[in-house]
């Protein structure tokens, strides 16, 4: 009763409220998904004690923050169980927890109540260093705690006729980074490789590596050169491993079989993932447009079956941008209606050996969706328990974009506690 827009309340559940409301849910986990909701701003005192020598810098990124700037900041939090959060500066007119240094603590704080313990992630060892080319390594690959991440074109194709999600910043930011930072655009294959190799003489950090770009709707068959392009940087990756395949998972367009099946059998990659974004075909067509007049939902869908046999059962899912759904004008109503719709929709997928995640949506400034607002809390524990159940439900394991390798999927972290 207490989801949005039911009408019996009229402000959402707090932390506590919905802890108490849902008791078997790991609190760390509740901790995690609302501050990813609400954001973070780091005061004065916490930065007192963020070392740019040890701890790692926000940096290149493919979409942008909240607060629409490049300013050297922490990039994310970990808590004390090692729960990765993917948070970012949130301008304080927006309510965002706050992180602070307390006694000798670095705390997460609801106005004046400490939540919960923080640490800032650790610095990779590869940051500091210069490619053979004299480009900062940083620029060229990134990390999360546990995983390698490579963003190899921060440009999107769908934007070229105003199709790009409504949700999503990335040619904003592109523009953004390339003259805050010189971020390059397209990156060449053999030097991401060279990174790579350098990156994993630290010893015990990554155990997967994962690459992510715009879409390329280019080719003799739509979306050949963003495959190509694909092939060539899993190809320079894969001459740092002495094993054909390595962990890694691919995030990308939903790719036609032939595509997919080129993708697998030439290069090292284990698993795959094409994001739909909001599982709903109505609200898919408004929200994102590229992909509703490149491929269509029905077909993304299918296509995304047709990937599990090539990639095999529990290498295969798709994302959501979860709170989308919920949008203004054309989005669900009530939060019940769009929990309900969502989790039919994921089932259908995981009935087909589809696995779905979710990421909390972020309103991002430069995103035509700027001045909208996500979800509840307790509709995100709610999803959360649901996509796990599912997964439970067929069997499906998520390990390849799970809590150590991604991090951005509060479902996921369930995966290991429940
Ligand atoms: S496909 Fe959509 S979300 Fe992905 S980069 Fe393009 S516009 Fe953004």
Same mark, same amino acid.
């Given at each position: 009763?207490?989801?949005?827009?039911?009408? *019996?309340?009229?402000?959402?559940?707090?932390?506590?409220?919905?802890?108490?409301?849902?008791?078997?849910?790991?609190?760390? @986990?509740?901790?995690? *998904?609302?501050?990813?909701?609400?954001?973070?701003?780091?005061?004065?005192?916490?930065?007192?004690?963020?070392?740019?020598?040890?701890?790692? @810098?926000? /940096?290149?990124? %493919?979409? /942008?923050?909240?607060?629409?700037?490049? #300013?050297?900041?922490?990039?994310? %939090? $970990?808590?004390?169980?090692?729960?990765? $959060?993917?948070?970012?500066?949130?301008?304080?007119?927006l309510n965002p927890y706050v992180v602070d240094y307390l006694g000798d603590k670095l705390v997460l704080l609801d106005g004046d109540k400490v939540i919960e313990e923080v640490e800032y992630w650790p610095k990779p060892s590869f940051y500091d260093k210069l490619t053979s080319k004299g480009k900062p390594m940083e620029f060229v690959?990134?990390?999360?705690?546990?995983?390698?991440?490579?963003?190899?074109?921060? &440009?999107?194709?769908?934007?070229?006729?105003?199709?790009?999600?409504?949700?999503?910043?990335?040619?904003?930011?592109?523009?953004?980074?390339?003259?805050?930072?010189?971020? =390059?655009?397209?990156?060449?294959?053999?030097?991401?490789?060279?990174?790579?190799?350098?990156?994993?003489?630290?010893?015990?950090?990554?155990?997967?590596?994962?690459?992510?770009?715009?879409?390329?709707?280019?080719?003799?068959?739509?979306?050949?050169?963003?495959?190509?392009?694909?092939?060539? %940087?899993?190809?320079?990756?894969?001459?740092?491993?002495?094993?054909?395949?390595?962990?890694?998972?691919?995030?990308?367009?939903?790719?036609?079989?032939?595509?997919? !099946?080129? %993708? &697998?059998?030439?290069?090292?990659?284990?698993?795959? #993932?094409?994001?739909?974004e909001v599982l709903n075909e109505r609200l898919f067509d408004w929200i994102c447009p590229g992909k509703a007049e490149w491929i269509g939902y029905q077909e993304w869908k299918n296509r995304l079956v047709r990937a599990v046999g090539i990639f095999g059962k529990g290498n295969v899912n798709t994302g959501i941008v979860s709170g989308?759904?919920?949008?203004?004008? &054309?989005?669900?109503?009530? !939060?019940? +209606?769009?929990?309900?719709?969502?989790?039919?929709?994921? !089932?259908?997928?995981?009935?087909?050996?589809?696995?779905?995640?979710?990421?909390?949506?972020?309103?991002?400034?430069?995103?035509?969706?700027?001045?909208?607002?996500?979800?509840?809390? !307790?509709?995100?524990?709610?999803?959360?328990? /649901?996509?796990?159940?599912?997964?439970?439900?067929?069997?499906?394991?998520?390990?390849?974009?799970?809590?150590?390798?991604?991090?951005? =999927?509060? +479902?996921?972290?369930?995966?290991?506690?429940?």
């Open positions: 009763m207490a989801l949005r827009q039911t009408g *019996i309340l009229d402000r959402d559940l707090t932390l506590d409220e919905v802890l108490e409301k849902f008791p078997e849910f790991p609190r760390l @986990v509740a901790i995690k *998904i609302d501050a990813q909701r609400r954001g973070v701003r780091y005061s004065d005192r916490a930065l007192t004690v963020f070392n740019p020598q040890i701890h790692q @810098v926000r /940096g290149a990124a %493919l979409f /942008g923050s909240r607060d629409d700037q490049l #300013t050297p900041l922490p990039e994310s %939090l $970990l808590l004390r169980d090692g729960t990765t $959060l993917l948070t970012d500066p949130t301008p304080a007119e690959v990134t990390a999360r705690p546990q995983r390698l991440q490579i963003m190899p074109s921060s &440009y999107c194709h769908f934007w070229e006729n105003d199709n790009g999600c409504k949700y999503c910043d990335i040619v904003n930011h592109l523009k953004h980074q390339r003259t805050g930072l010189g971020v =390059h655009p397209r990156l060449n294959p053999q030097e991401v490789g060279e990174v790579v190799g350098e990156a994993l003489k630290q010893p015990g950090r990554y155990s997967s590596i994962t690459l992510t770009a715009g879409s390329d709707t280019r080719g003799v068959e739509p979306f050949d050169e963003e495959v190509n392009y694909y092939i060539k %940087l899993l190809q320079a990756i894969g001459q740092y491993f002495n094993t054909p395949k390595f962990p890694s998972q691919l995030i990308a367009t939903a790719f036609n079989e032939k595509q997919l !099946e080129r %993708l &697998y059998n030439e290069t090292g990659v284990m698993s795959y #993932t094409a994001d739909i989308v759904e919920l949008a203004r004008p &054309y989005g669900f109503t009530k !939060e019940e +209606d769009a929990l309900k719709a969502t989790l039919e929709e994921a !089932e259908d997928l995981a009935e087909k050996g589809v696995s779905t995640v979710y990421m909390v949506w972020i309103p991002r400034p430069q995103s035509e969706f700027h001045d909208q607002h996500n979800a509840s809390l !307790e509709y995100y524990v709610r999803l959360a328990t /649901g996509l796990d159940s599912i997964r439970r439900k067929y069997s499906l394991g998520i390990d390849f974009d799970d809590y150590r390798r991604c991090g951005n =999927h509060p +479902d996921g972290d369930l995966s290991r506690i429940w």
